[in-house]
């Protein structure tokens, strides 16, 4: 399975749009307009100024105004921080493989990734878990935020099994329960 295909397997790393947006921005090394990205990858504005927001927060992105000297506001261009191949081996880094690491067990590290995308990605591989699965999560322990990982836990039927803090991290163990 080549690395893209991969991106795309079931748990996804990336939402069919997302993947869309950095298989695009790939091609551009010069970057490209929100115009142009939304003509390429089908999608309106607002549900890509939302994904292009995303993928800043995880440093995958860069937007940088572009200076035309002419009337209007000027245009943002996007331009990928990284190759689409250097992201995915970041989130495969994180567990997002998905590998087993016994039978019905799987981990998941989330301190590699903003906070946003980890309650997205956490969302993809709890719904992805058949009764009786487990998943480990690992995540940073910055505050209260990880209350929002246990809150999507539950609209997904799934129990937590365990919860240890260590130092700057914090370890779930959920199960699926139905």
């Known amino acids: 399975m080549s690395i893209l295909e991969e991106a ?14 950095l298989k695009y921005l790939s091609g551009k090394p010069d ?11 089908g999608c309106s504005f607002k549900s890509l100024y939302i994904v292009m927001r995303l993928l800043q927060k995880n ?7 572009e200076k ?21 081996d970041i989130l495969r880094d994180c567990g997002c493989n998905n590998v087993d690491l016994k039978d019905g067990l799987s981990f998941l590290n ?11 990605l956490l969302r993809r591989y ?10 480990i999560v690992l995540i940073r322990n ?16 799934v129990s937590i099994v365990s919860m240890e803090f260590q130092n ?3 370890r779930i163990i959920f199960k699926k329960t139905r």
């Open 8 to 21: 795309q397997s079931i748990p996804p790393i990336f939402s069919r749009l997302e993947f869309k947006v």
């Open 31 to 41: 970057g490209a307009t929100i115009y142009e990205i939304s003509k390429n990858v």
């Open 59 to 65: 440093g995958w992105v860069n937007c940088f105004r």
């Open 68 to 88: 035309s000297g002419g009337l209007g506001r000027p245009k943002n261009k996007y331009i990928l921080k990284h190759r689409l191949e250097a992201i995915i």
């Open 110 to 120: 989330l301190t590699k990734v903003s906070n946003q995308y980890a309650i997205i």
């Open 126 to 135: 709890l719904s992805c878990l058949q009764r009786g699965e487990c998943l």
């Open 142 to 157: 910055e505050g209260e935020w990880y209350r929002n990982i246990l809150e999507k836990a539950e609209k997904k039927n």
């Open 168 to 170: 700057e991290h914090v």
